[in-house]
């Protein structure tokens, strides 16, 4: 997709050449300073330096990406016929390549690292196969543990589809609602799927509400995220009162040293499986915007906002204030805009989601607490107001946009010094 502006032959105004409770930390609150200054872009000695050029990637066209052939159908999967039924209705046939991948393997009950881009699947990839672990052992418990709430609340809806009609229970257990709730559907219903944020279910198990003992199943899912969010404590508690004969799954877009020494501390001579042809998406057109000095970034963005093509635009900024005034103020220009950060309650977050998700608001401003799993169908593009902190954080920002084989656009905004 090639952009027009009316400065697009100034060199140096252009697109760039060619891309609580209790210990749950509160959502998206990196420690990265106050915000509310959107003149220039501030990145000075926060996170690690990021070479401008790897925000720039032309996208590929779909008709020339290669063709992914599945070893599987959905029916060739030894599960429950049930399960298919349901996995049928939402109309999936054709399984990705990670559940294409990893569903065998997960039967067999072996432990498995998983490797796949955001968007492609990785939670029907060990939903399924667990689903129908339960289903068929009147003993087995899973817990799913993942970095906020908006992933393990979309987790859970996506387990309720597939167990329609089957009488599994599951809860939710987060952060940043009352937890007599959840406490109370644990205690009511008999859970054989528990999805949480670590600090939430390291309350619960103090409380001696969850007893870690009964599972012998969990997921770590996006744990790069749960390291970064300072959950690697709580997780090694959780871990060590499960079942010690477990079977341990681990998902994840991104792959790090770090990462790779919870794999050995954690998983057991675990399977590993890749399907990651790229950091990014092959349909996500990267570019950058260079923002002269003195130039106001809000007018830039502005611009963009009234273009008819961003029709439904997810903005990244750095910090909490940051992004609740510049959603303030595109609201006061008169853009159907909303937030979501750390500091808003959880049904004002999960209200916004939905009002995005709905087509209601056309602009959803957000700190990272949006960059990780959440899938939202139809963002056109995404727009870093402010740079990631981290490669990282790019990788998974972006990847909001072109999923499931989609086309989408991310833009970011970089700091042109010296230039006027």
């Known amino acids: 997709m090639k952009f027009k502006r009316n400065f697009s032959h100034n060199p140096n105004r252009a697109y760039g050449g060619g891309g609580n409770f209790s210990r749950s930390r509160p959502q998206g609150s990196r420690p990265h300073g106050g915000g509310g200054r959107f003149n220039r872009t501030r990145n000075a000695n926060l996170g690690e330096h990021i070479d401008v050029s790897r925000f720039i990637n032309k996208a590929v066209i779909t008709e020339q990406m290669e ?3 599945p070893e599987h159908s959905f029916a060739d999967f030894k599960i429950d016929e049930r399960i298919k039924a349901n996995v049928a209705a939402k109309g999936y046939i054709t399984p990705t390549p990670i559940q294409d991948k990893t569903i065998p393997h997960i039967l067999k009950g072996q432990d498995l690292v998983g ?5 492609t699947g ?11 672990k339960v289903l068929h052992n009147n003993h087995s418990h899973v817990l799913v543990l993942v970095p906020t709430r908006e992933l393990a609340i979309q987790i859970e809806q996506e ?7 089957l009488g599994i229970f599951s809860v939710c257990t987060v952060g940043g609602v009352p937890a007599g709730r959840q406490i109370a559907t644990l205690r009511k219903y008999h859970c054989r799927f528990v999805i949480g944020t670590p600090g939430r279910v390291k309350d619960l198990v103090e409380q001696r509400i969850i007893d870690l003992s009964l599972f012998d199943t969990v997921v770590l899912d996006e744990a790069d995220r749960m390291l970064d969010m300072g959950f690697i404590n709580d997780m090694r508690t ?8 477990r079977h341990t799954l681990f998902f994840s877009a991104t792959l790090s040293r770090e990462i790779e020494g919870l794999i050995g501390e954690f998983l057991r001579e675990p399977v590993r499986i890749s399907v990651k042809t790229a950091d990014t998406a092959q349909g996500i057109e990267q570019d950058v915007v260079y923002i ?3 130039e106001s970034k809000l007018n830039v963005l502005h611009d963009l906002l009234n273009k008819p093509e961003f029709s439904k635009v997810l903005v990244f900024g750095r910090t909490k204030h940051g992004v609740e005034k510049l959603s303030r103020i595109l609201t006061e220009k008169g853009f159907r805009a909303e937030s979501i950060h750390g500091n808003k309650t959880h049904n004002k977050r999960q209200s916004a989601l939905g009002h995005f998700k ?13 960059a990780r799993g959440l899938d939202i169908a139809g963002i056109s593009h995404v727009i870093n107001f402010d740079l990631p902190t981290t490669y990282a954080d790019y990788v998974h920002r972006i990847g909001r946009t072109g999923r ?5 656009t991310a833009l970011t905004f970089v700091e042109k010094k010296g230039s006027r």
Not at 238 to 245: M, N, S
Not at 358 to 370: H, Y
């Open 115 to 119: 490797i796949a881009n955001t968007g």
């Open 159 to 165: 387990l309720r589809a597939f167990s329609a009609g």
């Open 292 to 294: 002269r000095e003195g």
């Open 404 to 408: 499931s084989n989609s086309r989408g």
């Open 358 to 370: 709905e087509g209601r608001v056309k602009v959803l401003v957000a700190t990272d607490v949006a």
């Open 122 to 132: 990785k939670t029907g990839a060990f939903l399924l196969p667990l689903l129908d």
């Open 238 to 245: 959780i871990l060590a009162d499960v079942a010690p004969e």
């Open 67 to 69: 063709h992914f052939v």
